[in-house]
């Protein structure tokens, strides 16, 4: 059975990673989906094509959310069709109400994993993201320390928590049970 898997953390904390790992798990009772979501900011050098779409915000956005200044969105057609399909869509949302949002489409189809990896006060955050993103680093070093209170405060929302402080092995491990947890959680909802 398909879920929306949303994926929720802040600037470097390994979500493209996570997102590269689920779809490495595909398999006949799990076939995930990255969906692309569309953006007002320029294109970053690490874009991944399928992840995000620069240039602007579709009419056929639904789900619209702020971060940084810039405007993101998604359609949720493309996930109910991804759903009809047999598929597990992925989308990376970085905005809680818009994780509430998918929630409320989507109900018990949805389960929502946030990645923790860094102290947002840390000076090794700090440093990492001024190294990958300059100038614009600081300003998401700064806005950092607000957007983790919020998602700590609201840590309900999540049905997993990611702790990405180790090894790439250890996450691996960690998105692995996730996927176990899901076939698990699919046979206990009612069939349609």
Do not use: W
């Not at 619209?64 to 949302?93: D, H, K, M, N």
């Not at 600081?138 to 180790?166: C, M, P, W």
């Amino acid at each position: 059975m398909p879920y929306v898997i949303t994926i929720t953390g802040p600037s470097r904390a390994g979500k493209s990673t996570t997102v590269d790992y689920l779809l490495s798990y595909a398999n006949d009772n799990f076939t995930p989906r990255l969906i692309r979501k569309h953006t007002t900011r320029p294109p970053r050098e690490d874009d991944k094509d399928d992840e995000v779409q620069c240039g602007g915000i579709t009419p056929e956005c639904d789900l619209v959310y702020e971060q940084y200044g810039e405007r993101y969105g998604l359609e949720s057609r493309t996930l109910f069709e991804a759903i009809a399909a047999g598929q597990s869509p992925i989308v990376i949302l970085n905005d809680v109400r818009a994780v509430e949002d998918v929630r409320d489409f989507f109900r018990e189809r949805v389960r929502s994993i946030f990645i923790f990896r860094h102290d947002p006060a840390s000076e090794e955050y700090h440093r990492e993201l001024i190294e990958s993103r300059g100038e614009a680093g600081e300003v998401r070093f700064k806005k950092a320390q607000t957007i983790y209170r919020i998602y700590i405060e609201n840590i309900h929302l999540f049905d997993h928590v990611i702790i990405n402080s180790g090894t790439l092995e250890e996450l691996d491990t960690q998105v692995r049970q996730i996927v176990k947890s899901l076939e698990q959680d699919a046979d206990r909802l009612p069939r349609e």
